[in-house]
Each structure stands twice: as structure tokens, then as C-alpha cells.
């Protein structure tokens, strides 16, 4: 495992278009939890950061070390949250009630080599294991990308324009596939907004590939991390009292593997109700992600309620039980996953993946369906998928209000409050190299 990083290899993540720093235009709706509401203003801030299978560091690139990066190892740990903290101090822009910094491009490998023990197993370390569970080419297979950076630059008629890209495959010249990633992002001078185009392939080597482009705090825990971090919600929206608008246009879906996330959001709360203080044995993160991708199966159903929720509640408030086969909306639950330190489940039951996190997760995973009508989502296969561009305004905090997560019993219920709020795909362990292709634009997260 390499160590070596210069405080170089982040310094060209920067940008700072701040020849131009004009006003962001207010909300029509409502006071903006982000920064930058509806990613209109021409001073764009955009970070990146590249992850490993449990959201550390695996192998470092030559001469690119983590592009921002955590490490299972504290001392470079300590250094990767340097880094995110130094780059937010350059990027900050003063506002009320709070500084914020960036939009946040993540962009995360799959690979797990189980026989490093880098990954802690729902936050406990572990020793290494035998191979088989997780795409792995071999050792090094964790190793960070190469990342190239065109800097934000204003050409002759008034457009701004700049991108990240780059690659996974460190040895791409000896043939065969190679993984790719690009987020370009264009803008005219003083009108419209920031568009964001994604492209994300998958190889051979690198199957299980993620992208996205994040919403997070502007400090604190952000969904997936366990130290301070760096963002763009200058509030924390809190269920039910906010909306996302957003405009998405995707172009190629990533095959059947691409879970395409039209939403993902992410908090962290202990199974108590507590709030999480970064202590990865207790702390536990959740997801919620609707999945626009017409292949993606509903894993939940009534022959299998180990991958629903142990209930639903509709909009009106009725409670939903998982085995009441008339009326509970299976089709509505890709999958449900319980946090793997959580004490007193309902039988049966599936616990989420322990290593691809710092901490334990819990994911509750919804598919289009007439139910979620009532909050603006996607109701029916193939919204939101290729050919179906458009501008969403979801409630996203009164839908998160009534989903599932587990807390032990007799516990007083956690505040919901989401610290990241994401779009994009996680192609989950290809057979096939696989391309997705979308933009994003209008961003916005509205207090209500
Ligand atoms: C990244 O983009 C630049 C500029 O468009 C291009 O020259 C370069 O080939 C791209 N990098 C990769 C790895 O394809
Ligand atoms: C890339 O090639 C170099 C030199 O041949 C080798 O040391 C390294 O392990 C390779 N890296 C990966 C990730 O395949
Ligand atoms: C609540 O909504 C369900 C359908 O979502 C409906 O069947 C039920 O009658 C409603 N109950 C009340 C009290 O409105
Ligand atoms: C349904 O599940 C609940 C527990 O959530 C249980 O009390 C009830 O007996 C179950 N009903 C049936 C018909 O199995």
C-alpha cells in the first residue's frame, strides 16, 4: 500500500471559476437547503473524490495518489480527511446560515481483494478471507484511478466548460477493455444552469463501478463516511420538510446490472435513535434509493419477505404489514437489507453487504410503482429510463418519512435528517463491459 501523496496531486482539483462570481437565483418555492440552488451560478464549485470498496483507500495510483481518499490505515485516514478539508478552505463560499463548498463527483470501485483485510466487516476489523464473494483480478485490484483534469475555462461565445475523467485500468496500452469515467460540465455565461454529463464504462477488471454526483454536508458525517467531510447543503434536510427538483436525461442505462439511482439519499443513525458520533461499531448508516432501471427485478416479494421492509405505510399513515399478501406493494421494493449489528430483526431476514461501508448500512431500495404517486416518483417501469428525460420534483422528505428503517425496539425514533442526497448509477458486477451515459441539471433541495 502506497503512502506516498503530495499535497500536488490535489491541487489540480480544483475549480474556481472566480473571475465571475454572480448571485444564485432564488427558489421559487421555498428556501434552498444547497449552496448553489438549481446549480445555476456561474462560479461553479465541483470536488472529486474516488473510492474504494468500503469508502477507504485501497492501492494508490502512480504518480496520483488517492484523488481523495480515506485509508483503513489512520495515519494516511487522517491525511485523506486533510485533504478534503484543505480543499473545502479553497473552495468556501460564504453564505447564510452557513459557509459551503462543492457539488461532490464520487466516483467508487467494487473490487474487493479479501485477502488485504482492508475492509472492516460492519466496522469491526477483520482478518483476511478467502476470495470468491467479490470481483477481485487479482492483488492491486483495489488500486485508485487516474484522473485527469480539464479546468473550468470561458471559449469564445460565453460557454464554460470543464470535466474530470479518467480510468481505473492503470495498464491500458497491454489491450483488452478499459474502465472510463468523464463528468464534463457546461454553462453560458449569466443564464441557464450548469448541465453535467456522466459516462461511466465498465471492464473486465473494474465490473462493479459507481458515479455520482452528491449533495453533502458542509461538515459532519456524510452518508458512507466516519469523519468530517465537506459539501454543499449549507442545511441538513430533515424528512418531511423538503423536496428535490432535479432535471435528468439518460442517454445509455449501464445494462442490466445498472442500478440507476434517480434519487439516493444517506444519513447515519445508531440503532438507539442516537445520533452517529463517527465510533463505526455503533454507527450505522442508511440509504434509500429509487431505481429507474426497467430490468431491475423486484427481489422482494411475497414468497420472499426477507427482502422487504417488515412494513409499509401509505401516504395516508395506514401500516402496511410484509405478510399481508393482498395489499402489501412488493413490486414497489427491489430490496430491503437490515443493518448486520442490529439486535432484535423480524424473521426472516437479509442483512446488507458488511464491507462496502466503514460502518454498517442499511439500504431500502424502491422501484417505480403507483404507490410512490402521491411524492411525485416514478410510478410505473421505464420513468425517468432513456427516452423519458425530464424535470422531477420529488418529495423526497415526505416519502422518507414513512419508509422503514429499523431502530431497536422501545427506542425514541431518530430525526431523519439526510447529510447526502445523490444521483447516479452503480453498475453492480457486470459480465459484460457496459456504458451509462445521463446528465444532470437544475439541482435543487428546497426546504418546505
Ligand atoms: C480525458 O479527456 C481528455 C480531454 O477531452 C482527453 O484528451 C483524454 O484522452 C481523456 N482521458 C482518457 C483516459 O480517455
Ligand atoms: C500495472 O503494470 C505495472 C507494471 O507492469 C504493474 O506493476 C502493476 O501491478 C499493474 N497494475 C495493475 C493494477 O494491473
Ligand atoms: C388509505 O389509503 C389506502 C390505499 O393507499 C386505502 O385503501 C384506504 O382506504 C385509505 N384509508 C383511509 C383511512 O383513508
Ligand atoms: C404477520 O406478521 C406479524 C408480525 O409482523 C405477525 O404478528 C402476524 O401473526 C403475521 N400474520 C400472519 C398471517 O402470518
Not at 488517492?66 to 486533510?82: K, M, T
Not at 463528468?183 to 444552469?193: A, D, L, P
Request: aromatic share 12%; charged share 20%.
Amino acid at each position: 500500500m502506497a503512502q506516498r501523496v503530495t499535497y500536488s496531486t490535489i491541487l489540480p482539483l480544483l475549480v474556481t471559476a472566480n473571475w465571475l462570481v454572480l448571485s444564485g437565483v432564488p427558489s421559487a418555492n421555498g428556501a434552498s437547503a444547497v449552496g448553489d440552488p438549481g446549480m445555476r451560478r456561474d462560479g461553479l464549485r465541483v470536488a472529486f473524490e474516488a473510492w474504494n470498496f468500503c469508502n477507504e483507500v485501497g492501492q494508490e495510483a502512480p504518480d496520483m495518489g488517492s484523488p481523495r481518499a480515506a485509508d483503513c490505515f489512520d495515519l494516511s485516514n487522517l491525511y485523506a480527511v486533510e485533504k478534503e478539508l484543505y480543499l473545502g478552505s479553497l473552495c468556501e463560499i460564504s453564505d447564510t446560515p452557513k459557509p459551503w463548498q462543492f457539488w461532490m463527483v464520487m466516483l467508487k470501485n467494487g473490487n474487493y481483494d479479501t485477502n488485504s483485510g482492508l475492509c472492516p466487516e460492519n466496522g469491526k476489523k477483520v482478518p483476511p478471507f478467502k476470495p470468491g464473494r467479490f470481483p477481485c483480478f487479482g492483488s492491486g485490484c483495489m488500486n485508485q484511478p487516474i484522473l485527469y483534469h480539464q479546468p473550468t475555462a470561458l471559449d469564445g461565445n460565453g460557454i464554460m466548460r470543464g470535466g474530470f475523467n479518467g480510468s481505473y485500468d492503470l495498464n491500458s496500452s497491454t489491450g483488452g477493455s478499459t474502465s472510463y469515467f468523464e463528468v464534463v460540465w457546461e454553462k453560458k455565461v449569466g443564464s441557464g444552469g450548469w448541465v453535467f454529463a456522466h459516462k461511466l464504462r465498465t471492464s473486465r477488471k473494474y465490473p462493479w463501478l459507481m458515479l455520482y454526483l452528491r449533495a453533502d454536508a458542509t461538515k459532519g458525517y456524510s452518508g458512507g463516511y466516519h469523519y468530517d467531510t465537506r459539501g454543499i447543503l449549507k442545511t441538513l434536510p430533515e424528512s418531511p420538510n423538503f423536496k428535490v427538483r432535479l432535471s435528468l436525461d439518460i442517454k445509455q442505462g449501464g445494462g442490466p446490472k445498472s442500478q440507476f439511482y434517480l434519487i439516493d439519499i444517506g444519513s447515519c443513525w445508531k440503532n438507539n435513535g442516537a445520533r452517529c458520533d463517527g465510533d463505526v461499531l455503533t454507527d450505522v448508516t442508511r440509504y434509500s434509493e429509487m431505481i429507474v432501471n426497467p430490468e431491475t427485478p423486484a427481489w422482494c416479494s411475497s414468497t420472499n419477505i426477507g427482502n422487504c421492509p417488515p412494513y409499509h405505510i401509505t401516504p395516508n399513515n395506514t401500516k402496511i404489514l410484509r405478510n399481508d399478501t393482498a395489499h402489501f406493494p412488493y413490486g414497489a421494493y427491489h430490496y430491503y437489507c437490515a443493518p448486520g449489528n442490529a439486535q432484535h430483526l423480524e424473521k426472516p431476514y437479509s442483512t446488507c453487504d458488511p464491507y462496502s461501508n466503514p460502518q454498517a448500512q442499511e439500504l431500502l431500495q424502491l422501484l417505480p410503482h403507483p404507490i410512490w404517486r402521491e411524492y411525485g416518483y416514478p410510478t410505473k417501469q421505464g420513468d425517468g429510463w432513456i427516452g423519458n428525460g425530464r424535470t422531477w420534483e420529488l418529495d423526497v422528505g415526505g416519502l422518507s418519512s414513512r419508509l422503514y428503517f429499523y431502530q431497536d425496539p422501545g427506542s425514541p425514533p431518530a430525526r431523519r435528517i439526510w447529510t447526502s442526497i445523490d444521483v447516479g448509477t452503480e453498475v453492480f458486477v457486470s459480465d459484460q463491459d457496459q456504458v451509462a451515459e445521463w446528465t444532470l441539471s437544475d439541482f435543487d433541495v428546497i426546504l418546505t
